[in-house]
């Protein structure tokens, strides 16, 4: 068995960390691009030139080299201030990143007015371009996309008081929780643990580790309360008065833009899965039983079926991936033995690391790199080869044009999820005895009730904050009964205790890039059992098809992509029903062996 590191590799981008000196030049580099950018931007003179399209070609050069240059730089950064939370510099380092990023989107604001400058049909002739042909569908979208935005000052006004307002809301919060620690008393001595380490104690097979890491776990996040309650408010605040300055009504109008996604796709995706609630229910309840209790708390949901606690070796974890994934297809376990021979891959179990984990790219150097934290669970396994899928879909546009690799958050999550599905099933069917078949399908319903129950009640909460938010500042009373209220509706109230502070100890609800950073989770995964299904029946012969299918994943709406790939509607119940019966046969197989 090989054995492959824990601990990625930064050094191959830039060497020196946060003291890099090669990033600094970096820095440099990518300011003076965007100045070239907007000078040239600058210099428009006529949309109706005969050179307008060479023109518009030689921007799109700029745009593309400058976006590369930032998404390395911001793909550092982030890699910095995950692997070491107590790394002073980085925050002064991603402070640059972000003014940077600002400072293209002004830019990006003038390009935006350059290309609706254009009447409709120079512009239908201007796509008939053979450079410019292929970026029909993301410059129509950019165009179609300014056109219901603000004038160029304005915007660009927001971009820059951004830096100071709302991103730096974000920021502020990574850095609460970066200070967060959670005593915990192991084998009679106590540590203090990050936000990291503590949730993974919610996978311990010992109910009294669970109850006790979560009772400190909600008052930790309660003595922060305050604090992130302002951090959420005026993060909000910034993009309500953003909203309402463009004229829009709807809070889901940007998520929907940005998923490239119809709001009856959305509506239709939910309706399905509230219809199907009670045998998520019912697994909730025969898992009670089994634990021995009369009804789940929230620190129950993850605990595993045995007292015995399953562990993964790393390694064994890597060789069982690989394994799996060549029983799909030869590229994804290509892919996925590059990540681990080149230590792309950061999942040592330390202190001081970020919680949560991520895929990140480095589009000059045409890699990615992996963060986690492993301690060796099943659903570390998961989560690390969930992740990997992300690598792989970035992989899969290789060649591609930059701008035609910006795929959105919901169809991102289907390949992501479609890899964790080839681990779990590989687990569940590769099970020794009864009890372990039934642990791994428990792991694996798990996730299911996370994406179809936890996800649903944070876009529950998210939907009935932000109307609160449009009449004035939200309390943390307030904001813990909104969380207590979705998470008793979105879990059919089948649980005993539940988190009303997951508000603050979640994340992605203080995340700026994207807003409502939840229901593309819960798309991508039921998106992907409906690829999952096809690939099943048609095995390695099916891996190029899947390829094609992500190629286009950042040049046309979902709905379009479901249609040309897979011959469906989203917007109808028919394909949200099949991908939700998918799970539940499997709690019919867990009632089944648990009868």
Known sequence: MATYSDVWNLEVFFNGGSDSAEFAEHLIKTAELIESFQTKLNNWKSANSPKVSQYIYDLIANFEQTAKKLRQAGAFVGCLQAQNTDDKKVSSLKSKVTSLSAAFQTALSTFDDLLISIDDNSWLKLLEDSALNELSFVLTERRERAQDKLSKEEEALINTLGIDGYHSWGQLYDLIVGKIKIPFIENGEEKQLSVGQAFNKFSSPDRDVRKSIFEKWENAWSEQADYLTKTLNHLSGFRL?????????????????????????????????????????????????????????????????????????????????LNNFSQFGDKLASFARRAFEDEWIEGEDRPGKAPGGFCTFFPESNQSRIFMTYSGTPSNV?????????????????????????????????????????????????????EEKLALLDDKIQRTVALLMNIHARFLFETRFYEERKHGSVSTETLNELMLAAQKEAYGDALEEYHPLFWASKLH??????????????????????????????????????????RDTAQMTVE??????????????????????LCIDDIDEFLDLTK
Not at 273 to 291: D, F, V
Not at 389 to 410: I, P, S, V
Not at 563 to 571: A, C, G, S
């Open 382 to 434: 998961s989560t690390l080869a969930h992740e990997l899928g992300h690598g792989f879909h970035t992989f899969a546009m290789k060649g591609l044009h930059h701008l035609n690799r910006n795929y959105a958050m919901n169809v991102a999550e289907t390949a992501s999820t479609f890899a964790e599905m080839i681990v779990s099933d590989a687990s569940v069917k590769n099970a020794k005895t009864d």
């Open 509 to 550: 609800f203080f995340i700026t890039g994207v807003p409502f950073y939840n229901f593309p989770y819960t798309f991508g995964y039921l998106f992907s059992l409906g690829i999952y299904s096809l690939a099943l029946k048609e095995g390695k012969d099916y891996e190029e098809k899947y390829i094609a299918l992500l």
């Open 241 to 321: 008065s953003v909203y309402e300055k463009r004229g829009w009504q709807d809070v889901l109008k940007e998520p929907l833009t940005i998923s490239r996604m119809k709001k009856e796709t959305l509506e239709a995706m939910w309706k399905v899965i509230s219809e199907n609630k009670q045998p998520l229910i019912n697994y909730l309840n025969r898992k009670a039983e089994l634990l021995g209790i009369e009804k789940l708390s929230w620190f129950d949901l993850d605990a595993p079926l045995s007292k015995v606690e399953t562990k993964i070796s790393y390694q064994e974890g890597a060789e069982f991936m």
């Open 560 to 581: 379009d992509l479901a249609k040309k790939h897979l011959d469906v509607d989203l917007t109808q119940k028919d394909f949200w029903e099949r991908a939700v019966q």
